[in-house]
């Protein structure tokens, strides 16, 4: 099987240790299609895209440009501020198959599944409205025909969660992987304190607070975006994810693993 990687990027340096990390820990049959203003040089099974002026701005516009160029049975968009651990790919592959024939055989039908790439530490994962969404999905190419990918409508957020809620409207799932297969660089800081763009979060709110909103606090970011520690209420958890619609998940959620 085939692996598709979107990689947006904007500095040079970055690019390069991104794509050193994918070549050295990456087992299989992978290509990465980067979208930069600059074509990175020396690697095997890159595509470059070339990200002009006037083409779309923001990483969402990278992602979404890079699928007209994969051609792999799995895709799974990537930053250039985190670094896989060795064989990654073969853990995420082997867990997507099992949970994902375990998800068919309950519902007796192929529905889309996407699988969130966890990170080592810290262990928290992401929900909206209180259902899950992962931050690194891995998925069938052949799902996206009818979920769609990373909306380029999102400048800087929310395409992640956008992407997983359209997968569990079509009566899909979204579960998490159970070891943690990336690790977030220093360089990830330069976002600290950096705003998300105002736009995102009316456009999210407009698309999906009529479905799963009612009860939340949708003015703001953090009352219906949360980040929670599984561990710390396995009452919420089954089979790898979290679908907890009611309002009152929130209170549980800051009450452990919540960050701002």
């Not at 055989?105 to 259902?131: C, E, N, T, Y």
């Not at 899950?132 to 990918?149: Q, T």
Request: glycine share 8%; hydrophobic share 40%.
């Amino acid at each position: 099987m085939k692996l598709s990687i979107s990689l947006p990027s904007l500095y040079p340096d970055c690019l390069d240790r991104a794509l050193r990390n994918i070549r050295d820990a990456t087992r299989c049959d992978y290509e990465v299609i980067v979208v930069s203003p600059t074509e990175p040089t020396g690697y095997a099974r890159v595509t470059w895209v070339e990200e002009r002026a006037g083409t779309g701005t923001g990483c969402n516009a990278g992602h979404a440009a890079a699928l007209e160029h994969m051609t792999g049975e799995f895709v799974t968009p990537w930053v250039d501020d985190h670094l896989y651990v060795d064989g990654w790919d073969v853990l995420a592959l082997a867990a997507y198959e099992d949970r994902e024939a375990r998800f068919h055989a309950q519902v007796k039908a192929k529905k889309p599944f996407s699988l969130g790439l966890r990170h080592l530490w810290p262990h928290h994962v992401g929900s909206l409205f209180g259902i899950f969404y992962p931050y690194f999905p891995l998925i069938r190419r052949a799902y996206l025909k009818r979920v769609g990918w990373f909306d380029p409508a999102f400048k800087q957020g929310f395409a992640d969660g956008d992407l997983a809620l359209r997968v569990w409207s079509t009566g899909g799932r979204c579960e998490w992987a159970d070891r943690g297969l990336i690790v977030v660089h220093h360089d990830d800081d330069r976002k600290a304190g950096v705003m998300f763009d105002p736009a995102d979060l009316t456009l999210f709110v407009a698309r999906w607070a009529a479905r799963y909103g009612a009860g939340w606090d949708v003015a703001n970011l953090r009352g219906f975006n949360l980040d929670v520690e599984p561990n710390e209420f396995p009452n919420l958890v089954e089979d790898n994810s979290i679908y907890r619609n009611e309002p009152g998940f929130r209170d549980l959620a800051l009450a452990g693993g919540w960050r701002s």
